[in-house]
């Protein structure tokens, strides 16, 4: 039922390339999931989320710290790998400090026909950020429009916005089927929804998910008899992990990470101002910890899907020396638990010492069945 989604999410600079071939099309990479994708599909790009490969390599040493985070590190070895050969332009919305570093040695070291830093407010509280954000994306949009050479009309806009919406409410609906009792599909198979939903073609891909969603309520399968758990933390794209944390009997029936929720919860509203609506959806969308001091508004919000989704416990996950999410990871531990939610903490590198946390998640799951059984 989802080996389309695992094709994507396996072959996506395949992918990628035959879009292009097929279309004619441009295709930006795109490093953060702040980057107004709105504004590329309405300009007719294809926005590709960067990742890495989670294989060992060597080739980053000369340009990032070995203290800048694994995630970091695996993107930038990507690059100068000369696997994202078929970019057109790449485009960060201002990150943490190791991604924008990142940024930066791929820019020098990677040639591409665009690029374009967009400056992007870190304290998503303040009443300041959505104005302060407008002002940007007007930039951004002016930046996109010379690149191509076609203006974008509202219209223009509005096709951006929809499309975009659309592959947000269809993967709403998606992890809807995971809230009852027995989820009708596994963690591996939502994550391979969405991930490849970063670089697919949103049209193709929510014409693909509506055809599964049709289809999910008469689904045989069973993925009921796991325990109910949560993935949080940093950048999240390892199935090798979630395939092995379902092998033990969990089910991951939520998250709250870029490559999970946190990529499309929130829609753009219909305003007038289609730059002011989208700047309003960047801002109020679920915080990324780099963003969310001092306020932690996300706390409340992973509470909830916790509550909603009714889990039974939360892997915390780490990417090595990710200090954003280190700053939050003992008071969320502290809010989490206090809440009634026991919590793992695992630290991720580029690949996972698989047999350690094996061993670690299955003495989480047994001491979570004594909890429950006393
Ligand atoms: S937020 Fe953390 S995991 Fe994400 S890129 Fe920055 S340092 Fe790496």
């Not at 809807?176 to 490849?196: D, F, I, N």
């Not at 990710?322 to 939050?328: I, K, M, N, T, V």
Request: aromatic share 12%; charged share 30%; net charge negative.
């Amino acid at each position: 039922m989802f080996s389309q989604f695992e094709t994507w999410y396996r072959d996506r600079h395949d992918y990628a390339r035959r879009w292009k071939e097929r279309t004619g099309g441009k295709v930006f990479g795109c490093f953060c999931s702040y980057v107004p994708e709105e504004i590329l599909v309405a300009a007719d790009i294809l926005p590709v989320r960067v990742l890495g490969n989670h294989e060992p390599q060597d080739v980053t040493e000369q340009h990032l710290f070995g203290m800048f985070c694994p995630f970091c590190r695996d993107v930038l070895a990507q690059g100068l790998k000369g696997r994202y050969e078929y970019l057109d332009g790449i485009t960060i919305a201002q990150s943490c400090i190791h991604l924008r570093q990142t940024y930066r040695s791929w820019e020098e070291n990677v040639p591409h026909d665009f690029t374009y830093y967009l400056p992007h407010p870190m304290h998503v509280a303040s009443p300041h950020a959505v104005p302060y954000l407008y002002e940007e994306l007007k930039k951004f949009r002016a930046a996109v429009e010379q690149f191509t050479g076609k203006p974008l009309s509202d219209d223009d806009l509005d096709r951006g916005i929809r499309l975009v919406n659309e592959n947000r409410a269809a993967l709403h609906e998606l992890y809807a089927h995971r809230k009852g009792p027995v989820p009708k599909l596994s963690g591996l198979e939502a994550m391979w929804v969405t991930v490849s939903s970063m670089w697919v073609d949103k049209e193709e891909h929510t014409a693909e998910l509506r055809k599964v969603l049709a289809q999910l309520d008469e689904r045989e399968e069973q993925f009921g008899d796991g325990t109910r758990l949560m993935l949080v933390g940093s950048e999240n794209d390892d199935t090798d992990f979630i395939r092995m944390v379902e092998a033990v009997g969990a089910t991951v029936v939520t998250d709250d990470h870029c490559t999970g929720t946190r990529y499309f919860w929130n829609e753009t509203p219909e305003l007038d101002d289609r730059i002011e609506a989208i700047a309003k959806r960047y801002v109020e969308r679920p915080a990324c910890p780099a963003k969310d001091h001092v306020a932690r508004t996300r706390f409340p919000h992973i509470l909830k899907l916790a509550r909603d989704f009714d889990v039974a416990g939360v892997i915390l996950i780490q990417q090595k020396f990710c200090d954003p999410h280190e700053a939050d990871m003992v008071p969320l531990r502290s809010y989490l638990e206090e809440n009634g939610f026991p919590t793992l903490f695992l630290e991720f590198d580029v690949t996972v010492p698989m047999g350690q946390f094996r061993i670690r998640t299955e003495a989480f799951l047994e001491m979570l069945m004594e909890e429950d059984l006393f």
